[in-house]
């Protein structure tokens, strides 16, 4: 690529997307792609989703942004959705910001708020090798991966790193200055890694018999990606406070922050905020994606995820990890490669920690889709 005015901090690859439909990507040339990644677990209803599209126009139409100097339009219906699909009965409450990273920032925020609040000097989170929380300064340095540090030190005090499913290592590094336990119940970026239930389970009595926080990032496994709506359902848990963003919006950027209600009460008026945070633009996106999963979606990621699962069994060329339409397929080598290899036949996929492809499509994929896919797949491997 010759001259740019961006950075250089993406090395990007060579195939420029000018249009969707569906599963379907075309690039400028007019040549038809098969979408495994969906923009990083974001892209939920695919491309040019009729309801959608509608809304997002619609919307505006009528407001796209106000700030929340007013109340919002729409907020408070998507922070139903969210409180309701994954503390039930309990309630909750939500903040609404405009990314992953973001909603971590709050997370850790809040975490920190509530212990000061009640007088305690509890700051230390302890997170776990090979997660990934984002690349501001507070949700890097709860990101347990040294490589993505370097350069850019020193990072925010107060974060120890324990080894995932592993729960000894969490003992050892529980002192009086704890204050809660981040992670995601299946790695992403780390490599598609999922949490074992033992350790989840031990983890989670942990946090109750040391009286500390038990906190989620559900930025990519949350709202269905998984088959449930939330990943930590598949472990018969509930965090205090959970994180989420990509599939939330269908494309649009946003992020949320869910708390119980003994948790949120300490962001206080003035305590935090953001300015785009909740606009009604995002809000009525994330409302078609839940009105989407309310109505058959969520069972079909449940269908279609075993489905795909079972097609990268079958392939035989390595172990295939994950849940619902978040999976990952190990080789013994690296798949930088095969990337290149899959855009040549039309099939975009990802590689994460550096031999596991990874495939997070739109939750609207359909058998026969998996099926061309998958095929495509055999042919590269
Ligand atoms: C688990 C997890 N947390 C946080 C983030 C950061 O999200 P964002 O890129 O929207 O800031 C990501 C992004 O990949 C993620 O996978």
Request: aromatic share 10%.
């Amino acid at each position: 690529m010759g001259f740019s005015y961006l950075m250089p901090n993406y090395a990007r690859l060579p195939v420029k997307f000018v249009r969707g439909e569906g599963v379907y990507l075309y690039d400028d040339r007019g040549r038809e792609y098969i979408d495994l990644i969906s923009g990083i677990g974001v892209n939920s209803l695919g491309y040019n989703h009729p309801k959608l599209t509608k809304a997002i126009c619609d919307q505006a139409r009528e407001l796209i942004h106000i700030s929340n100097l007013f109340e919002v339009p729409y907020q408070e219906e998507l922070a139903q959705k969210l409180v309701e699909t994954s503390f039930g009965a309990e309630g909750g409450k939500v903040f609404f910001c405009n990314s992953g990273a973001e909603a971590n920032e709050a997370l850790i925020k809040l975490i920190r708020k509530y212990w000061r609040d009640r007088g305690e000097d509890r700051y230390e989170i302890i997170t776990f090798r090979g997660s990934f929380h984002g690349r501001t300064y507070g949700s890097l340095s709860a990101t347990g991966q040294p490589k993505l540090h370097e350069g850019f030190e020193p990072m925010l005090e107060g974060f120890r790193y324990a080894e995932f499913n592993n729960i000894e290592s969490v003992k050892n590094l529980i002192n009086d200055k704890t204050a809660a336990v981040l992670l995601e119940v299946i790695q992403g970026e780390g490599g598609v890694n999922p949490a074992d239930g033992d350790f989840i389970e031990e983890l989670y009595n942990l946090t109750r018999e040391a009286g500390i926080l038990f906190a989620i990032d559900e930025v990519q496994t949350g709202n269905g990606r998984t088959g449930r709506y939330w990943g930590f359902q598949h472990y018969g848990v509930v965090p205090d406070l959970f994180s989420t963003a990509k599939g939330l919006g269908g494309g649009v950027p946003v992020g949320a922050l869910v708390a119980k209600n003994e948790v949120a009460e300490h962001f206080t008026p003035g305590s935090h905020g953001s300015t785009f945070g909740g606009n009604p633009l995002a809000m009525r996106a994330g409302l078609v994606v839940y009105g989407e999963l309310e109505s058959g979606l969520l069972n079909h990621v449940q269908r279609v995820g075993e489905y795909f699962k079972s097609a990268l069994e079958s392939l035989d060329k390595g172990r295939v990890k994950g849940k619902g339409l978040m999976l990952g397929l190990e080789l013994e080598k690296p798949c930088k490669e095969l990337v290149l290899k899959g855009l040549e036949k039309g099939l975009v996929f990802n590689c994460t920690a550096q031999r596991v492809l990874r495939f997070l499509p739109p939750l609207v994929i359909t058998e026969s889709e998996i099926d061309r896919a998958v095929e495509v797949l055999g042919e590269i491997l």
